[in-house]
């Protein structure tokens, strides 16, 4: 069946970059997304991009998608300890239920 | 705020109750999900309405019941359910299945004692 993997854990310093990978095995996904879970709240959409596209920027998040590999990337500039949560990658398919998820990866933010 | 609502956003219930989880969206949206998040590992999708339709079961035990009345209510009702059942639901709702974006509630923290 279909599966999204993701490393658990990511640690930097506040100010640096921080890279959150993840990869995916339905050929057929569509829609690749990033979600933020803070503690005790819901999954918020930050941003998605379309399989056809290779490149999304939108402020301090950059998505790279490598659709050979079925590879996926988020970048955060700048990262701020605001930035700390459970970084979540799902696939998911045009005229198709699913939404498939990975099991997130938590990110820590230190001074 | 993502237009989604979930209620209550706690509940404890015994092994022998029947109790109600509510998702309510007003953004014009028609596909419905309902996930289970577990400690340490993925989000388990569950159900799925499309227009009202059930368009997925994602092989859920029968103590679970979900239940779409209209487009903008989800509810998931729940009888005889185990502590391993314990766990955050998340409701989240999509525009049609032709659209990208799937906003989530905030969720109901589900213990079962």
């Known amino acids: 069946g279909e599966d999204v993997e993701q490393s658990l854990f990511l640690s930097v310093r506040e100010g640096d970059s921080s890279v959150i990978n993840c990869t995916y095995t339905?050929?057929?996904?569509?829609?690749l997304y990033w979600y933020k879970q803070e503690p005790g709240a819901g999954l918020q959409l930050l941003t998605y991009?379309?399989?056809?596209?290779d490149m999304k920027q939108d402020q301090r998040l950059t998505v790279l998608l490598n659709k050979k590999d079925k590879h996926l990337s988020l970048r955060i500039a700048d990262t701020q300890t605001g930035d700390s949560a459970i970084y979540f990658c799902?696939?998911?398919?045009?005229?198709?239920?699913?939404?498939?998820f990975g099991t997130g990866t938590r990110l820590q933010v230190f001074p | 705020e993502t237009g989604v609502t979930q209620t209550p956003r706690h509940l404890v219930m015994g092994m022998t109750n029947k109790k109600s989880l509510k998702c309510e969206q007003h953004?014009?949206?028609?596909?419905m999900y309902w996930y289970k998040q577990s400690a340490k590992k993925p989000l388990e999708l569950m159900f799925v309405?499309?227009?009202?339709?059930?368009?997925e079961n994602n092989s859920v035990p029968s103590r679970f019941s979900p239940e779409c009345p209209n487009s903008s209510h989800l509810f998931l009702h729940l009888h005889t359910l185990q502590p391993e059942d314990s766990a955050l639901y998340l409701c989240?709702?999509?525009?049609?299945?032709?659209?990208?974006?799937?906003?989530f509630g905030q969720g109901t923290r589900l213990t079962v004692v």
């Open positions: 309405y499309n227009f009202k339709e059930q368009t």
């Open positions: 991009i379309f399989s056809n596209m």
């Open positions: 989240a709702s999509r525009g049609t299945l032709n659209t990208p974006e799937a906003f």
């Open positions: 953004l014009g949206h028609n596909a």
């Open positions: 339905d050929s057929s996904s569509t829609y």
């Open positions: 799902a696939s998911g398919g045009y005229n198709t239920d699913k939404l498939i």
